[in-house]
């Protein structure tokens, strides 16, 4: 089935380690999301991608990055966790078009020890 | 501006009872609307959606929501909950050009047996 795959599932780091989480779809989708998910909270959007195109919200902190090197793929890069970043990541896809749902991932469980 | 106002963080209902999670919507443009269902430590499932279509939407699992545009409303039901309801709820605005979504802040439904 078409779906939006992220590994791993849980993932443990140590507060200053870089860690790299992962999201693959094989949907086609052009539109990529990462979101950070604390507990009992909605979603909060820290970046998307349009193809290529990168857009960074306002308030995500310069600790994240993403990469995106092609369709199917999309990166989220936490440079020095601290013990904030711990919460769940979201991969989500989408079409363009505000008619258009977004398809979530499973999510990836980050602790920071 | 684009918003959405659930109405209560928590909702307890006992098993083959009626489910009413209640949304508020707030936006300067005909909305495109939608319930997402997320069990723990999973990802966001899509419920429903309503894209200027037909008022009753039906989604899966039993639940239905009505627009109501006179009541700035997005509601959503189920005749009769089951345990395997019991999750958190977002209702969700799509934005007008940017492809991203506003959330609410959720609804967690318990089903008592």
């Known amino acids: 089935d078409a779906m939006v795959i992220q590994n791993p599932r849980y993932q443990v780091t140590q507060f200053g380690k870089p860690v790299t989480l992962s999201c693959s779809q094989t949907l086609n989708h052009n539109v990529m999301y990462w979101y950070q998910q604390k507990s009992s909270q909605a979603p909060k959007l820290l970046f998307h991608?349009?193809?290529?195109?990168?857009?960074n919200e306002a308030d995500t902190p310069d600790n994240f990055q993403s990469r995106r090197p092609n369709t199917s793929f999309c990166f989220l890069d936490i440079r020095s966790p601290g013990l904030g970043d711990a919460a769940m990541y979201l991969c989500?896809?989408?079409?363009?078009?505000?008619?258009?749902?977004?398809?979530f991932g499973p999510g990836t469980r980050l602790t920071v020890t | 501006a684009q918003s959405v106002t659930q109405l209560d963080s928590h909702v307890s209902v006992s098993e083959g009872t009626p489910v009413l999670l209640r949304c508020n919507y707030s936006s300067s443009y005909s909305p495109s609307l939608f319930w997402y269902v997320q069990h723990p430590n999973k990802g966001l499932q899509l419920l429903l959606k309503?894209?200027?279509?037909?008022?009753l939407v039906k989604g899966i699992n039993g639940f239905e929501a009505e627009f109501k545009k006179s009541e700035t409303s997005f509601h959503l039901t189920k005749p009769s909950a089951h345990m395997s309801d019991a999750a958190e709820y977002f209702c969700?605005?799509?934005?007008?050009?940017?492809?991203?979504?506003?959330f609410g802040t959720g609804t967690r439904l318990q089903v008592f047996p």
């Open positions: 989500a896809t989408s079409r363009t078009g505000r008619h258009y749902e977004q398809y």
């Open positions: 309503y894209t200027s279509a037909a008022t």
């Open positions: 991608y349009y193809d290529k195109d990168f857009n």
């Open positions: 969700v605005v799509s934005t007008y050009n940017t492809d991203k979504l506003i």
